[in-house]
Nanobody
Framework: QVQLVESGGGLVQAGGSLRLSCAAS????????MGWYRQAPGKPRELVAI???????NYADAVKGRFTISRDNAENTVHLQMNSLKPEDTAVYYC????????WGQGTQVTVSS
């Protein structure tokens, strides 16, 4: 099993920045990739960004050029730097670890006010 603990969410004005962090513990050697997903009220969970164990990244079109995913292998932590935030970025953000299937953290709320 792997445990994921997110931090860094909050309330920010449009145009502002937030940095989310996700600390992984447990069977981290089984993790193939880590990513951030988000879910807004009434909408399905959607991919935000993903980073593989070899460092390859992929982003949703809606966040390209504004968000950056990175990982600190020494600290078993993944970060999501979010700049130029928009109200439509408001959602619960979940850290995920791909280990055959996705395992999720508890989520952290990000609210962007206009």
């Amino acid at each position: 099993q792997v445990q994921l603990v997110e931090s860094g969410g909050g309330l920010v004005q449009a145009g502002g920045s937030l940095r989310l962090s996700c600390a992984a513990s447990g069977m981290i050697f089984s993790i193939n990739a880590m990513g951030w997903y988000r879910q807004a009220p009434g909408k399905p969970r959607e991919l935000v960004a993903i980073i593989t164990s070899s460092g390859i990244t992929n982003y949703a079109d809606a966040v390209k050029g504004r968000f950056t995913i990175s990982r600190d292998n020494a600290e078993n932590t993944v970060h999501l730097q979010m700049n130029s935030l928009k109200p439509e970025d408001t959602a619960v953000y979940y850290c995920g670890a791909l280990m055959g299937n996705w395992r999720w953290g508890q989520g952290t709320q990000v609210t962007v006010s206009s």
